[in-house]
């Protein structure tokens, strides 16, 4: 079974809107929870990232919330731009060096 | 460059026909692990290697092999692929004391 579940599969937004991305987690083991984006032909890389002692991380137009009791953090895209569309993956570790579990992504589609 | 790099990008080979799928990085890191990306599914690690001669089985480990015989060098190999082994195959490194992990660029692989 998946580890860690996100939705939507999929996202269409105008350009200016805030896709919201969703994900949730059981192992409570985990203690690193990055967001990566991946273009088609290219492999994922690391957007942002955030602990689990911390409930929001801002970098730049992208911000992760994170509930720790609920098991549950989410990335929100702020005004977003026809070169964000991408395919974007949650996912958790437990310490470093160690697998990444990922969510199962979400393509998103920001119309101009 | 600091990179992760897969050869060969694209390959389509037939049920049974062994192959390897190279992957190399010029970073120096310790870590070094197999994904394979499926729709709705992530991505999922195959194996990973700790340093050189360390290697354990990831989360979908059956009908794959690896070896690290050199720090810079991890491939993949599949003895006598099968059609379910079609997919989206991504390496990546890490060292040990961070969590940001540093993917290829991708091999997709179709066994018919």
């Known amino acids: 079974q998946q580890q860690v579940k996100q939705s939507p599969q999929s996202l269409i937004v105008q350009k200016g809107g805030i896709p919201i991305i969703n994900c949730a987690y059981e192992?409570?083991?985990?203690?690193?929870f990055p967001w990566y984006q991946q273009f088609p032909g290219k492999g994922p890389a690391l957007l942002i990232a955030i602990r689990p002692d911390v409930s929001e991380k801002k970098e730049g137009r992208f911000t992760i919330s994170f509930n720790k009791s609920a098991k549950q953090f989410s990335l929100h895209i702020m005004d977003s731009q026809p070169g964000d569309s991408a395919t974007y993956f949650c996912?958790?570790?437990?310490?470093?060096?160690?697998?990444?579990?990922f969510g199962g992504g979400t393509r998103v589609l920001v119309k101009p | 460059e600091a990179q992760v790099t897969q050869n060969p990008r694209y390959l389509i080979t037939v049920t049974g026909k062994k192959l390897t799928v190279t992957c190399s990085q010029n970073m120096n890191h310790e870590y070094m692990s197999w994904y394979r990306q499926d729709p709705g599914l992530g991505l999922r690690q195959i194996y990973y290697s700790m340093n050189v001669e360390v290697t354990d089985k990831g989360d979908v480990p059956e009908g794959y092999k690896v070896s690290r015989k050199e720090k810079r060098n991890f491939p993949l190999i599949l003895e006598s692929p099968s059609p379910n082994q079609t997919s989206l195959y991504f390496c990546?490194?890490?060292?040990?004391?961070?969590?940001?992990?540093?993917f290829g660029p991708g091999t997709r692989l179709t066994v018919t």
């Open positions: 990546a490194s890490t060292t040990r004391d961070t969590r940001e992990q540093y």
């Open positions: 996912a958790a570790s437990k310490a470093a060096g160690n697998k990444l579990t």
């Open positions: 192992n409570t083991a985990f203690d690193y």
